[in-house]
């Protein structure tokens, strides 16, 4: 490994430009001009971070690491390279030397090393090195079945297995989640497109208005922050009358599911309660709502603009199997690849969010993303103003009291930070 010590070392003493003077760059003039922020706060929730990223080499080094921990389970490690990652992603300039990063936070050694390795060879070596290990390769061919995390994929390494054929070949029995997202493993990991979303999106409301007048929908996660594509489709559904929305996503199943829209769906009930559940955040801050996982069939037609809510020709579930699972009987660009790419519709993941209207402007906030930005807000909220921030309240423990809601500029006001909109969310 590179030694930067002398880097991080000055850094620390905070005085970078004498230490560094001390230490091998006594030639080396530095140019203040070189510094590109001068003052970037540390919370992400803090900054205003666009979908334009002028270090994406950099950026992308240290996510591929993150990924690789989070895949190995060492999320505290993961989530130090997410935060690195994000610094550089707020900055209006590329990085063209190390210098300019003095002062920034959450650059650590090893996010340091990295940088440098890319600085000086084009690569970081360490990433070049994890991309290549069967065991990333395996853990991304297997967790990239949706309902396979770290842990599972972890092991079934352990017992040799590294990729869907010999996943199949083995005894073990996936659950339901994961037989469906290994029957559509192609489209699913194949990014969902914009204009895919918008047509989701009208299938949607159509759903939603026809058995509930007046609810109202609205495009969540990345989508809502300007993404051109995602892994998903995230919506948020409510009504402006209280409680009107109980009992709302079983009847929009039911009408997405009669009309063949369906490919999977499992729906889990609301089980959030302010009274029983108190300020304490669930150990997920995401799982409470009435909430709908499920895999769309989306009709090529419906993604050209054609409003599409006819009823679609039902297939047997062998026909779709033999459809949609090419990948696990050859390899890509195999003859079946090609036969599955003319089928008329594709698979894309879509989740689905009911939320009380009390509860709307925290559901919105806390599903609008990106990942670290909500961390990140939840972080501060605890860290800095002793509150707890979830995707249904904001509880003050001072003054002990929730602190309603009926906006997102409201929420951030509470929080003392000034609003950043879904755009600037990004980080
Ligand atoms: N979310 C969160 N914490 C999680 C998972 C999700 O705060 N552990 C929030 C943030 C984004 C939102 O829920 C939707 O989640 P994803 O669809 O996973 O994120 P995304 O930003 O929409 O990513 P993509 O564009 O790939 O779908
Ligand atoms: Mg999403």
Redesign the pocket.
Known sequence: LLDISWYTESMKAGHPVEILDRHKLQEQQVDESKEVESIVPSYACQRRTTLENHNTVFTDALSLLAENAELSDEDGRGVAFRRAAAVLKALHSPVTDLLQLRGLPCLGGHSLRVIKDVLENGASSEVECTKQSERFKALKVLTGIFGVGAKTAERWIREGIHSLPQLQDSAHTLNRAQQASLEHYDDLNQPVTKAEGDAIGEIVEKAVMSVLPGAQITL????R?G?L????V?FLITHPEEGREVGLMPKVVSWLESKGFLLYQKTTRNSYLESKDGPARPS???DRFERCFSIFKLPEDAKEGTKQTETLTEETPEDTGRLTTPSLVKDEGSESTKRANLKPWRAVRV?LVVSPISQFAFALL??????LF??ELRRWAGHEKAMSLSSHALYDNTQSKYLRASSEEEIFAHLGLEYIPPSERNA
């Open positions: 969540i996660g990345g989508f922050r993404k594509t995602g892994h998903d995230d997920s801050n995401m989740d806390g599903w609008t993303g990106s990942k909500e961390r």
